[in-house]
C-alpha cells in the first residue's frame, strides 16, 4: 500500500504531468498561429510547479516515499524549482523565434519541453538506480525529439541524429556500469549500495569496473571532454530555442544524478572516481577553451564555452573528499560551490541565448559573431545584457561568474593538496586563455560597424524578462551570499539524510 508521505513526496510531479497531459489536449483546439492559449498555460502551470518546490525546499524536510525509491529533500527540491523556472525563462524567450520558423503549428514544444522537465524532477528526485535511469530516458527522449522539430530543416534533423546515436551509447555506458554495482552490491536503493560499497566486504576490482562506465555515462551528460562530441553539433544545428531547452535547466538534472550517484550512493569509492573527475576537468577546461578560440559561430563557442565551464563544476566535485577523508566542512563547501556554479551558469546561459533569440529573425538565424556587429549602436541595453554574460562567464568581477570561479577555487586550495591546488592554477591559467574569446565578441559588437541598421523590436514580456535576468548576474555578483547560503544548507541537509 503507498502511503500519503509517497504521494506528497511526487505531488508537483503529478501536477506537471496531469497539467502535460491537459495542455496537449487543450492544444488541439487553438487555432491562433502562436498557440497564445497553449503558452500562458504552460507558463502559469510552470510558475505553479516552482512554487510547489520552492516551499518544499523552504520547509527543510526530507522524506522518502515509494519504498525509499524517490527523496524530497532541500538540494533536489530547490534544484527542482531552479529548473522549472529556468524553463518558464525559456518559453519566454523562445516563442517569438519559434513563431517565426512555424515552429508552433501543434504544441509539441510546449508539452515535450514540460515532459523533458518531468524528466528531470525523476533524475533529481531519485534514490533508486532504476528510477534515476527512467527520468534520464524520458528526458533525452524529449530532448532528440525538440531537437528535430523543424523535420524539413537538414541541418537540425542531423543534429539530432548525432544526438541520438552518441545519446544511446552514453545510455548504454550508465546503464551498464549501474548493472555492474547492482551486481557487486545486490541492491538497488542508493542508500543499501552506500551501505555495502562502505562495509569493505565487496571486490573493489568489479566496483571500481562499473564506477569507470558510470562516470563516462555523466560525463556525457554534462559534455565534459571526451564525451564532448555531441555538444558543438547539437548547439549549432538545432533551433536555438532548442539549443537553450538543451544547455540550460538539464545542467541542473546532470549535477543532481552525479550528487545522488556519486555522492550519496558511491562516497567510499571517491578517491577512485574522484581521479576520473579530474582527467575529464582537465580535458574539459584545455579542449573548451582552446577551441572556442576557433569559432565563428557563436553558438559553437558557447558550445565549446560550456564544455570549459563544466570542467569547474567537476573541480568542484573533486575536493570534496581529500586523501579519502570525509571531512564534513570540507565537503560541504566543496559540493555547494559546485551547484551555485551549475546555477549561476544556468542563469548566464540564459540571458546569453535570450539575445541571441531577440536578434533573430525569419531567415536570419543571428548565430554568427560576425552578425552582433555594432549591436551597441542598434541596442546599448541588449548589447550591455550581452556583455554581462560574455564578463560573467570570463569570471571577470563583480559579475556572479567571478565568485562561482572564486569559490570553487577555495575549495581546492583548502584542501591543502598540492595536486588540487596545481588544479586550481591550471583552472585559472584556463580561464585567462578563455577571456580571450568572450573578449572579442564584446569587441565586435561595441567597435565594429554594425551589419544590420533595422530597429531591435521584441515583445514586452522577452525584455522585461531579459533586463531581469542580466540585473541578476550584477546584483548575484554583488550580493552572492544569500544564493551561496541557500545551497550550502541544501547540500548540508542532502548529506545529512
Known amino acids: 500500500m503507498i502511503d500519503n508521505i509517497s504521494w506528497l513526496a511526487i505531488y508537483p510531479e503529478i501536477v506537471l504531468l496531469g497539467m502535460a497531459c491537459v495542455i496537449a489536449l487543450v492544444d488541439l483546439a487553438v487555432t491562433s498561429a502562436r498557440r497564445t492559449s497553449t503558452y500562458v498555460l504552460t507558463l502559469m502551470t510552470l510558475a505553479v510547479v516552482a512554487v510547489l518546490q520552492g516551499i518544499y525546499a523552504s520547509s527543510g524536510n526530507t522524506f522518502y516515499g515509494f519504498g525509499n525509491m524517490i527523496v524530497s529533500d532541500a538540494m533536489g527540491n530547490w534544484l527542482k524549482c531552479f529548473a522549472a523556472v529556468a524553463l518558464m525563462v525559456t518559453l519566454v524567450y523562445g516563442r517569438p523565434y519559434a513563431a517565426d520558423r512555424d515552429m508552433l503549428r501543434g504544441g509539441e514544444l510546449f508539452t515535450l519541453s514540460m515532459f523533458s522537465l518531468l524528466g528531470m524532477f525523476i533524475m533529481i528526485g531519485g534514490n533508486n538506480f532504476l528510477v534515476i535511469y527512467l527520468g534520464l530516458e524520458l528526458l533525452t527522449l524529449s530532448s532528440y525529439a525538440l531537437v528535430a522539430l523543424r523535420r524539413e530543416d537538414a541541418v537540425a534533423t542531423e543534429a539530432a541524429m548525432k544526438y541520438f546515436v552518441l545519446g544511446a551509447m552514453a545510455s548504454g555506458f550508465l546503464l551498464y556500469g549501474l548493472s555492474m554495482v547492482y551486481g557487486a552490491t545486490g541492491s538497488l536503493d542508493i542508500g543499501e549500495v552506500f551501505k555495502a560499497v562502505n562495509s569493505g566486504q565487496i571486490r573493489h576490482q568489479v566496483l571500481v569496473f562499473g564506477l569507470v562506465f558510470i562516470v563516462a555515462g555523466l560525463a556525457f551528460k554534462l559534455g565534459a571532454v571526451p564525451f564532448h ?64 578560440i576557433a569559432q565563428t559561430n557563436l553558438k559553437r563557442m558557447l558550445a565549446y564555452s560550456t564544455i570549459s565551464q563544466m570542467g569547474f563544476v567537476l573541480l568542484g566535485l573533486l575536493s570534496g573528499v581529500v586523501s579519502g577523508n570525509v571531512d564534513a566542512a570540507t565537503v560541504q563547501a566543496a559540493y555547494s560551490a559546485s551547484m551555485f556554479y551549475v546555477v549561476t551558469y544556468v542563469l548566464t546561459t540564459l540571458a546569453a541565448f535570450g539575445v541571441i533569440l531577440l536578434l533573430a529573425r525569419s531567415g536570419f538565424e543571428s548565430d554568427k559573431i560576425a552578425d552582433m556587429a555594432g549591436l551597441n549602436q542598434r541596442s546599448p541595453l541588449y548589447a550591455g545584457i550581452l ?10 568581477p563583480p559579475l556572479v561568474g567571478f565568485y562561482a570561479k572564486l569559490a570553487v577555487l577555495q575549495a581546492l586550495v583548502a584542501s591543502g593538496e598540492t595536486a588540487y591546488i596545481a588544479l586550481a592554477v591550471f583552472a585559472v591559467i584556463m580561464s585567462l586563455i578563455g577571456a580571450f574569446y568572450y573578449l572579442r565578441v564584446v569587441k565586435v559588437m561595441y567597435f565594429d560597424a554594425p551589419v544590420q541598421t533595422a530597429a531591435i523590436q521584441a515583445p514586452l514580456d522577452v525584455r522585461v524578462v531579459l533586463t531581469l535576468n542580466g540585473a541578476l548576474l550584477f546584483v548575484l555578483g554583488l550580493l552572492p551570499g544569500g544564493l551561496m547560503a541557500l545551497c550550502s544548507e541544501a547540500i548540508l541537509r542532502s548529506l545529512a539524510s
Open 229 to 292: 562530441m555531441w555538444i558543438p553539433d547539437v548547439y549549432e544545428g538545432a533551433p536555438t530555442v532548442v539549443t537553450l531547452l538543451v544547455a540550460g535547466a538539464p545542467k541542473l538534472a546532470a549535477f543532481a544524478m552525479i550528487m545522488r550517484l556519486l555522492v550519496d550512493g558511491l562516497l567510499p569509492l571517491a578517491i577512485d572516481w574522484q581521479q576520473m573527475l579530474a582527467v575529464l576537468a582537465i580535458g574539459s577546461l584545455l579542449v573548451g577553451n582552446l577551441a572556442a
Open 387 to 396: 556583455a554581462v554574460c560574455l564578463f560573467s562567464m570570463a569570471g571577470i
